[in-house]
């Protein structure tokens, strides 16, 4: 695929200037890309996990990026690992792996396996935890009970586990798993469960920029290949007219996801900064992935639906992943809320200030 349409934390500077994360994007691409291109024509559902992209990550130590402390790595480091390989759609556990099992791990005093993958399954009042990513092929499942006081924490691994196999719309492993919290189980207080969910939904929303990139690119070079009535189909005014709405729509969702890259490496995802960014990304986002989605089938007609077409790899993705870790419209109700309460202290200025974070 094509370079990035556009800049920020997720592509090179656009403006010349020394890109200090240069390296990395580089060693990012070249694992996505050769990924995607040993899996063309080769995707099936349900997707199949890509043992060689995930050692090449383990070779680099990109597979614990963040939550190996002698890295130094942050929020900016995982959001170029993360938006990049989901760009080339490399079927791997990436940000369950580091950003969630390996952080939640470690804050909750726990060994994990040194190498493979990990994962995290959440479980809600009845014991069951639903739409667990990918936990056949992980070293270890890290297991969230929630309690009355609190969230209890602890390890197992994914053969002593009663698992229902599922999948979502993308073909990418989800399983329900039940289970309850074991005596050696380690309490965390409820601000844990807050991070993980935050985290996981930060993880999810650069991800799909990263597919909203792969399905633009793919359309442009689509609208510039495919010959209509003696053109290319980019020279057609009402296509130039779609790639633009395009473009500008996926544009409003990188900068919602700009800011929550910056929050959460400014202030960290437990900060109150964080927590709106990612609330106002995930409601961003959920408007623009089937407006960017559709328009890209549109392009692409027919051929854009079937399996053999990488396109589906991108889009389904995408409307896969928007609905994790809480739905568009359960963050529209919290950004809602926070608006009713501003405006409730009678302080002229107050919702401004709490829309925009202006303090």
């Known amino acids: 695929m094509s370079e990035a349409l556009a800049?920020?934390?997720?592509?090179?500077?656009?403006?010349?200037?020394?890109?200090?994360?240069?390296?990395?994007?580089?060693?990012?691409?070249?694992?996505?890309?050769?990924?995607?291109?040993?899996?063309i024509g080769q995707r099936s559902l349900p997707e199949a996990f890509d043992a060689e992209a995930w050692a090449a990550l383990e070779d680099t130590g990109l597979s614990r990026l963040t939550s190996t402390p002698d890295l130094e790595a942050g929020p900016t480091e995982a959001a170029i690992v993360l938006r990049g390989l989901a760009r080339h759609a490399v079927a791997a556990p990436i940000a369950e792996t580091d950003v969630l099992a390996g952080w939640l791990a470690a804050a909750a005093g726990l060994p994990v396996p040194e190498a493979g993958p990990l994962t995290v399954a959440i479980a809600d009042a009845d014991g069951s935890a639903r739409d667990v990513a990918w936990p056949r092929v992980c070293a270890a499942v890290v297991l969230v009970a929630r309690a009355d006081d609190g969230v209890r924490?602890?390890?197992?691994?994914?053969?002593?586990?009663?698992?229902?196999?599922?999948?979502?719309?993308?073909?990418?492993p989800r399983a329900t798993v039940r289970f309850a919290a074991s005596a050696?189980?380690?309490?965390?207080?409820?601000?844990?469960?807050?991070?993980?969910?935050?985290?996981?939904?930060?993880?999810?929303?650069?991800?799909?920029?990263?597919?909203?990139?792969?399905?633009?690119?793919?359309?442009?070079?689509?609208?510039?290949?495919?010959?209509q009535f003696g053109r290319a189909l980019s020279k057609f005014q009402a296509v130039q007219h779609a790639l633009a709405q395009m473009a500008g729509e996926i544009e409003r969702g990188r900068a919602a996801t700009t800011l929550a890259v910056a929050a959460a490496a400014d202030h960290g995802f437990d900060s109150p900064q964080a927590d709106y960014a990612v609330t106002l990304a995930k409601v961003v986002l959920g408007r623009v992935v089937p407006e960017v989605t559709t328009t890209a089938h549109q392009l692409h007609g027919a051929i854009g639906v079937t399996l053999e077409h990488s396109l589906w790899s991108a889009t389904l993705r995408a409307h896969s992943w928007i609905g994790e870790f809480g739905s568009t419209g359960r963050h529209a109700r919290r950004l809602g809320r926070r608006a009713l309460d501003a405006g409730a202290r009678g302080d002229d200025g107050a919702l401004w200030d709490a829309l925009t974070w202006a303090r």
């Open 184 to 227: 050696d189980a380690v309490r965390c207080g409820a601000e844990v469960a807050d991070e993980l969910a935050r985290r996981g939904a930060w993880a999810r929303c650069v991800q799909v920029l990263g597919a909203l990139d792969a399905a633009a690119e793919m359309t442009v070079a689509h609208t510039r290949e495919r010959q």
């Open 153 to 172: 924490v602890s390890i197992a691994r994914p053969e002593d586990l009663d698992l229902v196999e599922g999948r979502n719309l993308a073909g990418e």
């Open 7 to 39: 800049g920020g934390v997720f592509a090179a500077n656009a403006a010349g200037s020394a890109d200090e994360h240069a390296e990395l994007r580089r060693l990012v691409d070249d694992i996505g890309r050769r990924s995607f291109e040993a899996r």
